[in-house]
């Protein structure tokens, strides 16, 4: 079963654009998390759909939002670029999004704000 | 709340020697735990996880991990060490109430030859 695939893998903005990430979870997942991983600030949670919906939301501005398709893919959305959202990107998917559930980690996007 | 600390942030272990990497907890309902690795320019990958039941979990790569409730403590070991496991480990806990993973500050484990 193919993993957890994450596009691109790496990107390169400008303070003030806005980018897109994408990430297609495991196939049957329902649940996709989004997490930030920094030097400075480790891996912290940013948000989580399940069935389109979002569940849960991790401590990040307005800027950065997110949606679920249909087909459960996911995508994340930042708006107006500061230096300091460089950082990698992590998208994991789980099964149903219960407490049981692995997530499992797509290989991440690489986002450099210059 | 919850937290996790990983009181380590390298270990450094020969080649063939066990190894530890040592994860303690604080939640306030029942501790749903987790480690993952992280190699270079990689995503994490899943080692284990405790939920409930037996105190050792066996996981992937031979790695295993021992949950000590009176201890609050969860520490990843693995009886002889590879110099391919040399990476970053992360332990997690599961949020209470939610669906999301806190995770700790992460050990560079490096197995020297």
């Known amino acids: 079963k193919a993993g957890v695939t994450q596009t691109p893998r790496y990107l390169i903005k400008t303070r003030g654009q806005q980018v897109t990430l994408s990430c297609s979870p495991i196939s049957g997942h329902r649940s996709v998390s989004w997490y930030q991983q920094t030097p400075g600030q480790g891996l912290q949670f940013l948000f989580e759909y399940f069935s389109e919906t979002q569940r849960n939301k991790g401590n990040f501005p307005g800027r950065f939002s997110g949606r679920q398709f249909s087909n459960s893919r996911s995508e994340m959305n930042v708006s107006t670029l500061e230096l300091g959202d460089s950082a990698l990107y992590l998208c994991?998917?789980?099964?149903?999004?219960?407490?049981?559930?692995?997530?499992?980690f797509g290989p991440g996007t690489r986002l450099t704000v210059l | 709340a919850q937290s996790v600390a990983q009181p380590e942030d390298q270990v450094n272990v020969a080649e063939g020697n066990p190894l530890t990497v040592k994860c303690t907890y604080s939640?306030?309902?029942?501790?749903?735990l987790f480690w993952y690795v992280q190699y270079p320019n990689r995503g994490l990958q899943f080692l284990l996880k405790?939920?409930?039941?037996?105190?050792l979990v066996k996981g992937s790569y031979g790695f295993e991990a021992e949950f000590n409730k009176s201890q609050t403590s969860f520490h990843l070991k693995k009886p002889s060490a590879l110099v391919s496991d040399s990476a970053l480990y992360f332990c997690a806990v599961r949020d209470a109430g939610a669906n999301n993973l806190f995770f700790g500050t992460g050990t560079r484990l490096t197995v020297i030859p």
């Open positions: 405790y939920i409930t039941g037996d105190n």
């Open positions: 994991a998917s789980s099964f149903g999004g219960s407490y049981t559930d692995t997530q499992y």
């Open positions: 939640v306030s309902g029942n501790p749903y």
